[in-house]
């Protein structure tokens, strides 16, 4: 039997399972900070393209992909033969939700199914797929464990969310890494990890706690934009701005955040980890009905926005141009987009439908494959409404503005100042 360290272990080598929206940042990050680092993926299609120094994510640019493939310090894998060469083996792969909206671990399962073999002693494993609080005590631990060696004693096993936020200019450095261990050996060796490349850490009492802080935070995020969103049909009944009526609210020095409706709430985590938070209530005898509310309010947006596009494109047989489909501005991210819902309902009702995104070039819905469109003065004129579901910085909302018969602007994207009477706003 081999007892891990005691000691604070100096981690030189790090293997990232997972190389997308989440890992390929957090590899570059370690890079940077001077870990060798190796990046796992079973999707040969992303290695190919990383290889070729062609990013597949707006957050990593091809100067930044050149510089790191370049490097003698980073290679990828499509092999987890990688993971025994490791000092530290961190896995970000999707958590998403089944067809019926229950959690789905099997993109997890399968990666530590795939690393437990070439786990060996003294080395760190670290989970930061979001997930439920449980997940990695009773889930992972058992799978990695089928190696022989024994967690907390022979092998470190820690939890930390990622926390990343896509199209944001902050460094990925500087957002606070909660961690927490399968016991005290195992949190100080994850501390001893994550300390060379992020600037603050948060350690807690276990990884219950820190599973549970991620569903948390998105959970109170879903639940106060559903909110926002519910009073934003009320506030159109009673002919109320809820942009005015939130920029106001706003002025108050205590007491009160601002959220910001929109067309639905879209993502992998904001409307996914609050159904996973209500599952495992729900295995544990308690309802979130406040949860479960918000859910029906989300998943009843896209059919508003249809709704008000229609109405206000008047026209028997209307063109209508959608405006930005990714879940976010300035990423190339569809994932659970209330966009591509938009598009689909308005589609399933007969309506000839174009959209045009800079970080998108196609989609892929129900009856319909689409090619982004080129914004043109005349070819704005042409359609019958634009709505703007996603306001890219990129797009050029002045000729939208004077050249659109009505625009519906679910994002505030004309401000006060810039209205004009074809604007409309949610």
């Keep these: 039997m081999h007892v891990a360290s005691e000691s604070p272990t100096t981690f030189a080598r790090v293997s990232v399972v997972g190389l997308g929206f989440v890992g390929l940042p957090l590899a570059l990050a370690f890079w940077r900070s001077g870990y060798h680092v190796t990046g ?7 290695l190919n ?5 062609k990013s597949y994510l707006s957050s990593v640019c091809n100067e930044e992909l050149a510089e790191l493939m370049a490097s003698p310090a980073f290679s990828v894998s499509g092999n987890f033969d990688a993971v025994a060469e490791t000092d530290a083996v961190i896995v970000c792969v999707p958590t998403p939700l089944n067809e019926a909206k229950l959690p789905d671990l099997k993109y997890v399962t399968d990666a530590c199914v795939s690393i437990s073999p070439h786990l060996h002693s003294n080395q760190l494993f670290v989970l930061e797929s979001s997930t439920y609080p449980g997940t990695t005590e009773d889930e992972i631990i058992p799978l ?3 190696s022989g060696l024994r967690a907390g004693r022979d092998f470190y096993v820690a939890y930390s969310p990622e926390r990343i936020n896509p199209g944001s200019d902050a460094p990925l450095e500087e957002i606070p890494k909660v961690i927490g261990g399968v016991n005290d050996l195992s949190l100080q060796q994850a501390v001893g990890l994550y300390s060379r490349v992020f600037h603050k850490l948060v350690p807690v009492s276990s990884l219950k706690t820190a599973e549970m802080t991620k569903l948390v935070e998105n959970t109170q995020r879903f639940v106060n934009i559903s909110l926002m969103n519910q009073l934003t049909r009320l506030c159109q009944t009673l002919d109320v701005s809820i942009w005015e009526v939130i920029d106001a609210a706003a002025t108050k020095p205590y007491g009160f955040t601002p959220y910001y409706p929109g067309p639905g709430i879209g993502g992998h985590c904001i409307p996914v980890d609050p159904l996973y938070l209500q599952w495992l209530a729900n295995e544990n005898g308690y ?4 949860v479960k509310e918000s859910q029906a309010v989300n998943d009843e947006m896209p059919s508003y926005i249809a709704d008000r596009i229609l109405l206000l494109a008047k026209d028997k047989n209307p063109r209508v141009l959608i405006v930005g489909v990714t879940y976010k501005p300035d990423v190339n991210d569809i994932r659970e987009s209330a966009s591509l819902e938009v598009v689909r309902q308005l589609i399933e009702r007969g309506v000839d439908v174009d959209y045009f995104d800079p970080f998108v070039p196609e989609i892929v819905v129900p009856k319909a494959r689409l090619q982004s469109v080129v914004l043109s003065p005349d070819a704005i004129a042409g359609y019958d409404a634009v709505a703007v579901l996603t306001a890219h910085s990129a797009v050029d909302y002045s000729l939208l503005q004077s050249r ?19 604007v409309v706003k949610l």
């Design 40 to 46: 796992i993926d079973v999707d040969t299609s992303k």
């Design 49 to 53: 393209r990383l290889r070729e120094g």
């Design 144 to 146: 990695l464990e089928k």
């Design 287 to 290: 309802s979130l009905g406040l």
């Design 404 to 422: 659109a018969k009505v625009i519906l602007d679910t994002q505030n994207t004309f401000r006060a100042g810039d209205r004009r009477e074809n």
